[in-house]
């Protein structure tokens, strides 16, 4: 049986003249903070100091010669992953790491992951080179052993070489990222660090196999009729020895169904038959059942010696890609199992520029964020990586999709070689590796690349260039038809379908709304109905307790010079503060008041955009919002800051992203109710809609009886007499149905006459609640609009339940906070704001 060796320990990085102990998985900058040598680059402004590691070449070395290699018995599972099979967990029980062992034909030397440009040398005979960091890599070293060198170029040089090749291509940001097969997001974006890493930033091991492994593993999972079906395509690797010998695998599903295919060469389709399946579902539609799906290769023969084995979870379902035109133009709607769904997507980035240190863990916590702001899809953007595997299994387990964008993002990219071979092999080594997760429903050819060639000025500039356009027309998806033929892909987003309509056009396809935050004010937002939105947002700074230990020492201003150095979007303070003077008056001076103010925004932008745009379902099939991780702390558009903390759009995500939605809407003739229905079961709301004074007496009041089919919407134009005026700054609308709440206001907030806000502040500690668990008990005596406890105010670890809440007179809410270092009533007051008369 195929046996694996983790190589996580032993390795050592050349600095100078002295060797570093050194951790795979990890990169240069990881180990050089672990040996003290540079400060930390999420700090203050340290990112610039450290621009020197990423500019020069690194070594690591390990030595492979001090092994007594008869004792090595690693007892690896050999669960491969994709297209080497390269084992996931293992364990080295010897007492060294060497390239042979006695019973074993081969010794392969794995790395499941090389940042980026690399020469591998084992006792000064080349190995191989690499210049891809979103591939896997193998080499033969049986019977071999010495020094194992492996050497990093510069990933400015490596882009440098390239670019000498191919020629200048045109490019959003002044990195060299579109030349070199590497984390484009590493060379810096708009809302992260440059921080340009080098390293085996994933596992690396030692395969020993005899007679064959398996070196692909395809399953393709589709359902007819309530039956399951599972069509397994192997592709084994044999040794000079195995090569004529008789192989079989075997395949189980859990439940008991099995089924035998005889290798024919070097390759075997087997094809298993579940009946009575029970169907994987995105979150709100019903449950996640996984089934384990287990493969064997074995040798052929009485004894059927097993070889190599392959291990999955996957999960029964259908889901298309709706693409049809109708009077509105080019659909865009994902249907999940005969269901059409309007998708509450967002979009991720790497959860640290240093992406080797996201642990499962790591991701499990952000992911699980992620569903509990009413997440049913995350999009994985193509300036990022393919993310670890551990990644996908939590969106299985937790019902949310995948959308996974090959990695090209903003830039004009060589199709010439050396690239083209590169993008060719690393497509279909990830569509091999992640097509088993059920999780994954949509591949994505590129972000914003489409665009940028007809829109930025890069098709005369290229002048008949390559510039990518055949990669996301012509090579990936023959690579996703040819390996994952059952899932959908699109070329770009945003992408209308077809050059006979702009790759931005609302009306088809994939649409990027950026126009709003970057010129207008968020009301705008609802002048269109697109019909799928895939990126949109609005910026907000991170959480006061994360900007207090990112720039530590600092007297917080909004240009200060760490609040400056971590805010990189193009005048992102001024679209900030715009964002801020459209509707209230811009403080001068209160950094707090402002830091409200700007959370304030960022949550009502895009809590407008998501309810009117659901309000227009099906026309508009879904919204994914930019962005719900941050990778450092930094002024972004994020949901979760760069420390795990939620801002108030996470809160309001929740309430907007729900199944059932109230939203007030401008309408022609007045305000418009809408009421939204993505559950499965019919709606019978009761809905108060009361006009309201801001004194907070009540103008007039009125109960209407509305019934909501499933996955419906109802719009019904408010009734004149309880509608405000059109431009009054003295009554509002407040829309009530059980826990559901909407308001409308008929100016923006510094021209409406809001009184002083008065409310009573308790708090209370429940009978055996722990040290710093509380609840604060909020009275308004007057209209309280978007009322919010900043809980990190209370001590880093502090957290509330609740975001932004609008209160009328007499009303009582109750916000539970967990892990306060502070309660007392004058620490609490303090950290709670809300909107104020200008």
């Given at each position: 049986?195929?046996?694996?060796v ?16 050194a ?11 672990t ?22 070449a ?22 491969g ?16 790491t060497g ?67 191919t ?38 091991r ?22 399951g ?7 084994v ?36 038959e579940?009946?009575?399946?029970s ?17 064997t ?12 084995s392959?291990?999955r ?10 693409r049809?035109?109708?009077e ?65 299994d939590?969106?299985?387990e ?20 050396p690239?083209?071979g ?20 949509l ?8 665009w ?6 890069w ?14 027309l012509d ?7 040819a ?22 056009d ?7 709304s ?15 109905v ?13 959480a006061m ?54 959370q ?7 809590a ?14 879904g ?45 022609d ?25 801001a004194?907070?007496?009540?103008a007039?009041?009125?109960v ?9 919407v ?14 009054s ?12 709440r909407s308001?409308?206001?008929?100016v ?39 009322l ?15 975001g ?5 007179p ?20 303090a ?8």
């Amino acid at each position: 049986m195929k046996e694996a060796v983790q190589l996580a320990e032993g390795w050592s990085l050349r600095h100078s003249e002295e060797l570093l102990p050194a951790r795979v998985p990890g990169c240069v900058h990881t180990d050089l903070l672990t040996a003290g040598l540079i400060p930390d680059p999420f700090l203050g402004t340290n990112e610039a100091d450290v621009a020197w590691v990423g500019q020069r070449a690194w070594t690591y070395v390990r030595d492979l010669r001090e092994t007594d290699t008869d004792a090595a018995t690693g007892t690896g599972t050999g669960t491969g992953m994709g297209t080497d099979a390269a084992t996931r967990t293992g364990t080295d029980t010897g007492t060294g790491t060497g390239t042979t062992r006695r019973g074993h034909e081969r010794t392969d030397l794995v790395f499941d992951g090389l940042d980026t440009a690399a020469t591998l040398t084992l006792d000064g005979h080349e190995l191989g080179r690499t210049r891809n960091m979103h591939r896997r890599y193998r080499f033969d070293v049986t019977g071999r052993h010495g020094l194992l060198e492996v050497d990093f170029a510069s990933a400015y040089d490596e882009a440098a070489s390239v670019r000498a090749l191919t020629g200048e291509r045109p490019n959003v940001y002044p990195e060299p990222f579109q030349y070199i097969r590497k984390m484009a997001c590493a060379f810096g974006w708009d809302w992260g660090p440059t921080l340009v890493t080098a390293g085996m930033w994933r596992p690396v091991r030692l395969e020993r196999w005899s007679t064959a492994r398996l070196a692909e593993v395809r399953p393709l999972v589709t359902v007819e009729a309530g039956t399951g079906r599972v069509e397994v395509r192997v592709e084994v690797e044999r040794t000079a020895q195995g090569a004529a010998r008789p192989l079989a695998v075997h395949a189980a599903v859990e439940g008991g169904f099995e089924a035998r295919g005889t290798v024919e060469g070097t390759a075997a389709v087997l094809t298993l038959e579940v009946p009575d399946v029970s169907l994987w579902w995105p979150r709100g539609y019903g449950e996640q059942p996984l089934y384990d799906l287990e493969l064997t290769l074995v040798e052929d023969g009485p004894e059927q010696r097993p070889l190599d084995s392959w291990h999955r979870r996957i999960g029964f379902r259908t889901v298309e890609l709706d693409r049809s035109a109708d009077e509105h133009g080019t659909g865009f709607t994902l249907v999940v199992n005969g269901v059409r769904t309007f998708v509450r997507g967002v979009n991720w980035i790497p959860d640290d520029v240093l992406p080797s240190r996201v642990t499962p863990e790591r991701y499990r916590t952000r992911l699980r964020q992620t569903a509990d702001a009413g997440v049913d899809l995350v999009r994985v953007w193509g300036g990022g990586i393919y993310e670890d595997d551990a990644f996908y299994d939590a969106c299985d387990e937790l019902g949310l999709m995948v959308w996974q964008d090959f990695l090209f993002a903003c830039a004009a990219y060589p199709e010439e070689q050396p690239l083209r071979g590169e993008v060719e092999a690393e497509a279909r080594d990830n569509v091999v590796r992640l097509m088993p997760h059920p999780s994954l429903v949509l591949w994505n050819g590129n972000n914003e690349n489409l665009w940028g060639f007809r829109d930025w000025g890069w098709e005369p500039e290229l002048n008949g260039d390559s510039w990518g356009g055949g990669y996301y027309l012509d090579l990936l998806p023959r690579v996703v038809a040819a390996c994952d033929p059952v899932r959908a892909y699109t070329a770009g987003s945003p992408w209308s379908g077809s050059w006979n309509h702009h790759p931005n056009d609302p009306a088809h396809g994939t649409h990027h709304s950026w126009e709003v935050w970057n010129r207008r004010d968020y009301a705008e937002y609802r002048d269109s109905v697109p019909r799928f939105v895939s990126e949109f947002g609005w910026q907000a700074p991170p959480a006061m307790a994360t900007l207090r230990r990112a720039l530590p020492g600092e007297q917080l201003a909004p240009d200060s010079p760490g609040m400056a150095h971590h805010q990189k979007a193009e005048d992102g303070n001024g679209k900030l503060n715009r964002g801020v003077e459209r509707h209230f008056e811009l403080p001068d001076g209160d950094f707090d008041r402002w830091h409200y103010l700007t959370q304030v925004v960022q949550a009502r932008a895009v809590a407008t955009g998501i309810e009117h745009w659901r309000s227009h379902w099906p026309v508009c099939a879904g919204t994914i919002v930019w962005q719900i991780n941050d990778c450092w702390p930094v002024s972004s558009w994020a949901a979760i800051d760069g420390d795990g903390r939620l801002k108030p759009l996470h809160h309001e995500l929740r309430r907007v992203y729900a199944d059932r939605l109230l939203t007030l809407q401008p309408g022609d003739d007045g305000p418009v109710l809408a009421v939204v229905n993505q559950s499965a079961e019919p709606w019978e709301a009761h809905v108060r809609l009361r006009r309201m004074r801001a004194d907070g007496a009540e103008a007039a009041d009125q109960v209407l009886d509305v019934t909501v089919a499933a996955r419906s919407v109802h719009r019904r134009t408010v009734p004149k007499d309880l509608a405000p005026a059109a431009r009054s700054a003295g009554e509002f609308l407040v829309a009530d149905s059980a826990e559901l709440r909407s308001v409308h206001f008929p100016v923006v907030d510094k021209e409406f006459a809001y009184p002083a806000p008065r409310y009573d502040v308790v708090v209370e500690s429940p009978v055996g609640a722990r040290a710093g668990n509380v609840e604060v008990v909020v009275t308004a005596h007057t209209l309280v609009r978007d009322l919010l406890l900043q809980a990190d105010r209370l001590g880093p670890d502090a957290a509330c339940d609740t975001g932004l809440r609008t209160l009328l007179p007499g009303e009582q809410v109750r916000l539970r906070v967990t892990g306060a270092a502070e309660t007392g009533a004058n620490a609490v007051r303090a950290a709670l704001f809300c909107v104020e008369p200008a």
